[in-house]
């Protein structure tokens, strides 16, 4: 079954950290950039990460800068993202997408089509 999965979710307190997996399933994922996306109850899906298919380029919203790091091992099939100092209002469903529409080394961030998203992972930071 062709699919992105993501693991690593749970209960954090605040300052905590957690890392997310978004592993891909019967598909390679060195041609798929990756971004990450997340959604809390009562709210619109926002963008939290991205990274190239390259791995080279990577970006980040705002709230999450300097806190949150992205990263690729393509050997594992695996794109990690890395939540250090976690807030309250990072409880969320964190989804991973991919999409093979970029180049290789492209800054470009939560631009669809994607081709895969995961079932999310539920990320709760509380004390």
């Known amino acids: 079954q062709l699919q992105l999965v993501e693991s690593g979710g749970g209960l954090a307190q605040p300052g905590g950290s957690l890392r997310l997996s978004c592993t891909a399933s019967?598909?390679?994922?060195?041609?798929?950039?990756i971004d990450w996306f997340r959604q809390a109850p009562g709210r619109e899906r926002e963008g939290v990460s991205c990274i190239s298919r390259s791995g080279t380029s990577t970006n980040y919203a705002d709230s999450v800068k300097g806190r949150f790091t992205i990263s690729r091992d393509n050997a594992k099939n695996t794109v990690y993202l890395q939540m250090n100092s976690l807030k309250p209002e990072d409880t969320a469903v964190y989804y991973c997408?991919?999409?093979?529409?970029?180049?290789?080394?492209?800054?470009?961030?939560?631009?669809?089509?994607?081709?895969?998203w995961g079932q999310g992972t539920q990320v709760t930071v509380s004390s």
């Open positions: 997408a991919g999409t093979p529409y970029r180049s290789v080394v492209s800054e470009t961030c939560f631009s669809p089509p994607y081709t895969y």
């Open positions: 019967g598909f390679t994922l060195d041609y798929y950039a």
